[in-house]
């Protein structure tokens, strides 16, 4: 007997849609927009033979209803097969689109007729007589002022008592051909395979400039409350605040980390938990839930978040030890170990168990530790340490948020390789710490930022802290205040989203021991006496502003370095919406240089342009090509520049 063979179930669709982009490499997580982009896809369609085809995109936001928008093909005059389209987000959540196409049976007809009319066929009648069915039907699915016209093309083009010139004439209407596409038969198509998703976060998510501190050395949550006006004149977009949860007494850390705390020392905020309360109490001494509450209004009231650090961890004395000691990780003899990271160790913290049997509900408490934040009004999470919790609980915890506050915006203090980096971006997280601050020469950042800014950025958006309360390197402990004011400018310039740990703005680098990032007198483990009157927050307000009134500095897609010809100078052209903005930065905190700015053709300016210094309001004539600069340390630091006519 013949072997026995399988064939499909139905008739395969005989035109393909595949290669969907957006896209994320290896199909895992979901590319990243913000709200009032305009989101651009393609695909491609083709099918076997000669056939006119015509496609179109499906597009549903999150809670909304599918729309219909057409595709076009984008290389028409070529025999290529892509097709693009492109919609507005108007709010953040998941979106949603897929791709279709469909034969144009009535314009490859049509087509197909044209070209016998060139060729010299005489004979038409029957290609015309199937014409005419074609317009019939079209007029059976049309509706409106559509429907007259197509029937009385499809009684004319059918009618063999004309002379077939006339009848051809009619056929080939544009007009006609336009009504009929109105109304085609869409049946006997193709589809992508798999629905495309979008993730879609408010601006914040991709542009903001973020001031951290502690409130214990501000007066608590009130004292907070009371600089909101000041930080947002500065042009600050979030104030970000380490845990204001109670600290744990158990092996409290004294001043610079000493293993045994005095009776006045407070302890590491991320500490976290004593017999008042856990994740989701307030330190008495900061202040009370109902001060939260008053914190965030009064933020969002002046164009601010307040963000809050999000920290997995326990101290000794948190109630969960005690409610829920099978959340954690005991040794042998019943004791528990104390969280590490070599060389550091955090005698007064211990991780949760996450490969407890009780997950579940160890999910779902931390899960609620975040909604009550979130119903406290803050909006704005930065997380500690991801990398070493499951990223499909940041997954599924991202997600469950975002299920009723899409608007929540989490960023991952994540200092380790770039793929799990990378990871956390596809898990949800809207953005990311970076290298930036050990990328220090020409070459290191100018190799970083164009990778942040290709492929990298469909998962991962950076945010540029220049320092933390844990970073102070060995630039910053050493290079003088001139090197705070170039690392200030590269931050604020190369990435969207940046920030400064108080202190900054006051050249604070006195670091606890030689070879150590860590700062003397930490504050993670000691309250200061702070005010808001650092010598760079003057320069700091005027960065704030030349962001938010720029375009191009707004974004990192369209980021370029450019040439200079001396490796103490950084420069870059960013380009959005309109918008060119070319930057210079010195990196020589002692001497001026001297160098070019190599402005390249693809940036699409004309060969002379006037550029306006937005530092200082001075005009320049520039051009494609060589453009001399001189940076002077104080005196002229760097030009930001912005394209202001031909």
Not at 80 to 105: E, I, L, M, N
Not at 241 to 251: A, K, V
Not at 326 to 344: C, I, M, Q, S, V
Not at 464 to 471: G, R
Request: net charge negative; glycine share 8%.
């Amino acid at each position: 007997m013949p072997p026995r063979h399988t064939l499909p179930k139905n008739r395969p669709a005989r035109i393909v849609v595949a290669r969907p982009l957006p896209h994320v490499h290896g199909g895992v997580g979901r590319p990243k927009r913000t709200v009032g982009d305009t989101v651009a896809v393609s695909v491609d369609v083709l099918r076997d033979g000669h056939e006119v085809l015509d496609a179109e995109i499906r597009v549903r936001p999150p809670g909304g209803r599918w729309r219909t928008l057409p595709l076009v093909h984008l290389d028409p005059e070529s025999l290529g097969v892509r097709w693009g389209a492109s919609f507005p987000v108007d709010r953040p959540g998941p979106w949603t689109w897929t791709a279709c196409a469909w034969v144009d049976r009535y314009a490859s007809w049509r087509h197909e007729l044209a070209r016998k009319v060139d060729g010299g066929q005489e004979d038409l009648g029957s290609e015309l007589a199937e014409g005419a069915l074609l317009l019939r039907a079209a007029a059976e699915r049309a509706a409106g002022v559509d429907v007259e016209p197509l029937a009385a093309g499809a009684e004319r083009v059918g009618d063999a008592s004309l002379p077939q010139a006339e009848r051809v004439v009619a056929a080939l209407d544009v007009d006609l051909a336009a009504a009929a596409s109105r109304h085609q038969d869409k049946g006997d198509g193709g589809e992508l395979e798999e629905v495309q998703r979008v993730d879609v976060d408010v601006a914040l998510a991709r542009f903001g400039a973020w001031y951290e501190l502690f409130p214990r050395s501000w007066g608590g949550l009130d004292g907070v409350r009371r600089r909101l006006p000041a930080l947002a004149e500065l042009g600050f977009d979030v104030v970000y605040l380490p845990p204001i949860s109670p600290i744990g007494r158990t092996n409290r850390k004294g001043r610079n980390n000493a293993l045994v705390a005095g009776p006045d020392d407070p302890g590491s905020p991320w500490a976290i938990g004593d017999e008042t309360g856990g994740h989701d109490a307030v330190h008495p001494e900061l202040g009370s839930v109902d001060d939260v509450r008053a914190l965030t209004a009064d933020a969002r009231a002046l164009g601010m978040e307040i963000a809050l650090d999000l920290a997995i961890q326990c101290s000794a004395d948190h109630p969960w030890l005690t409610e829920h000691p099978e959340w954690f990780h005991h040794r042998p003899d019943g004791t528990l170990k104390y969280a590490e990271n070599p060389p550091k160790k955090y005698q007064d913290i211990y991780n949760v168990d996450f490969d407890c049997d009780d997950w579940r509900n160890l999910w779902q408490a931390l899960l609620f530790v975040v909604l009550e934040w979130v119903d406290r009004g803050v909006h704005v999470f930065r997380v500690d340490n991801p990398h070493t919790k499951p990223i499909p609980f940041w997954t599924w915890l991202i997600g469950e948020v975002r299920k009723t506050n899409p608007e929540v915006v989490f960023l991952a203090e994540a200092f380790t390789y770039r793929a799990m980096m990378q990871a956390l971006g596809r898990a949800g997280f809207s953005q990311g710490y970076t290298y930036f601050t050990w990328k220090q020469t020409a070459a290191e950042l100018g190799e970083y930022v164009t990778e942040l800014a290709g492929e990298e950025s469909e998962v991962f958006r950076p945010n540029f802290f220049v320092n933390t309360p844990d970073i102070l390197t060995e630039q910053l402990q050493h290079g003088g205040p001139e090197t705070f004011v170039s690392r200030l400018l590269l931050a604020a310039t190369l990435s969207p989203s940046y920030g400064v740990y108080s202190g900054f703005e006051s050249f604070e680098h006195g670091a606890v021991a030689p070879g150590s990032e860590e700062y003397l007198d930490s504050e993670k483990y000691e309250a200061k006496e702070r005010t808001l009157d650092g010598p760079l927050l003057p320069l700091i307000a005027q960065l704030n502003a030349i962001r938010r009134r720029r375009p191009a500095l707004q974004h990192l897609v369209g980021t370029r370095i450019l040439a200079t010809e001396n490796d103490q100078l950084l420069a870059h052209a960013k380009q959005a919406h309109g918008d060119t903005v070319l930057t210079v930065v010195l990196l020589d905190p002692a001497n001026a240089q001297e160098g070019v700015c190599i402005v390249p053709w693809e940036l699409g300016l004309p060969p002379s342009f006037e550029v306006e210094d937005e530092l200082t309001g001075e005009r320049f004539r520039w051009q494609v090509g060589r453009n001399y600069v001189r940076l002077e340390p104080v005196v002229r630091p760097a030009h930001i520049l912005t394209v202001v006519g031909p």
